[in-house]
């Protein structure tokens, strides 16, 4: 299909969620995208933050070639051996010690905050309470646009999820006077992705860490656009040192394969029983081989 043909049929059928380009994209290699027109594009969105290895990338292209001709798909209720080893390299790549998988960012924050809620009742029915940062971006569900600090995306689907408060990111004192025994966990990224860019002093992350210390409450990063690198190491917490008890990822660590999870400490590991979270394709075949091929071929590259 031409340029026209691709943009009018697909203005046609889908829903008018976007505002595109005029611009019909047909493949990349690299760091070069191309259009229907044959124009060369040098690609600095990467698919917002998500295409790690650039495009086309061999040892991507083979893994999931040779995955998809094995096996793509299959349910959490068996074991695979593709999944034995991309969780395992997750584990030793963000320093934690449990995992579980999605499919998306907004699934990701979306199981941490059911994590942390199932954590608070566990201490008593009161302590749900979520603290999130003003400017903050942490998905489009209802659960994870609630959390997100800017009211542009939550207009138009009131009433919202309860038991969210907002502060100014990198205002401590916001921080210590929103804290209470209420509070089952602290939201934050550790850079500020959609919200502009925000990068907090090591005092902000380590107070955060103190104050939820303090209050038996839990630290969340929402590393989905800071982690696999984009920051100079491997995970943007590594260099404020202040570890979460949360983390989540997602559009980096797939290549461009839609993946998400979130990791936690082991003792956090225990307070989901089986049935309390789940989902039927994260996790897949496919996805974790995009994952070790990802995570495998960033290390053996340097």
């Not at 009742?121 to 979520?130: C, D, P």
């Not at 689907?157 to 509070?183: H, I, K, S, T, W």
């Not at 461009?256 to 049935?275: D, I, N, Q, S, Y």
Request: with cysteine; glycine share 10%; net charge negative.
């Amino acid at each position: 299909m031409d340029a026209k043909t691709i943009i009018d049929q697909t203005e046609k059928y889908y829903l008018p969620v976007f505002g595109r380009y005029q611009l019909a994209l047909t493949h990349g290699k690299g760091c070069k995208l191309y259009d229907a027109d044959g124009n060369e594009y040098l690609d600095f969105l990467a698919g917002i933050a998500v295409n790690s290895l650039g495009h086309a990338h061999p040892a991507l292209v083979k893994a999931i070639s040779e995955q998809a001709a094995k096996l793509m798909h299959c349910s959490n209720i068996y074991y695979t051996d593709i999944q034995a080893k991309a969780v395992k390299e997750i584990i030793e790549t963000t320093g934690f010690d449990r995992v579980f998988l999605a499919n998306s960012g907004a699934e990701a924050n979306e199981g941490a905050i059911k994590l942390a809620r199932k954590y608070g009742h566990q201490k008593n029915e009161g302590k749900y309470r979520i603290i999130t940062a003003v400017h903050s971006f942490h998905g489009r569900t209802m659960m994870t646009v609630t959390a997100t600090g800017q009211p542009k995306y939550q207009q138009g689907y009131e009433p919202l999820p309860a038991g969210f408060d907002y502060v100014p990111y990198g205002d401590l004192e916001a921080l210590r006077e929103a804290m209470d025994e209420d509070v089952c966990c602290v939201l934050l990224e550790p850079i500020q992705g959609e919200g502009g860019v925000h990068v907090p002093s090591d005092t902000y992350l380590h107070e955060a860490r103190l104050l939820c210390d303090k209050y038996d409450a839990l630290l969340v990063f929402d590393e989905i656009q800071t982690g696999v690198a984009r920051t100079g190491k491997w995970f943007a917490y590594m260099h404020s040192g202040v570890k979460p008890d949360i983390m989540t990822f997602a559009k980096g660590i797939g290549g461009g394969f839609p993946v998400g999870g979130f990791v936690v400490t082991e003792w956090l590991a225990h307070v989901f029983k089986p049935g309390d979270h789940g989902g039927t394709f994260g996790g897949n075949a496919l996805a974790c081989a995009a994952i070790y091929a990802t995570l495998t071929t960033i290390k053996n590259e340097n």
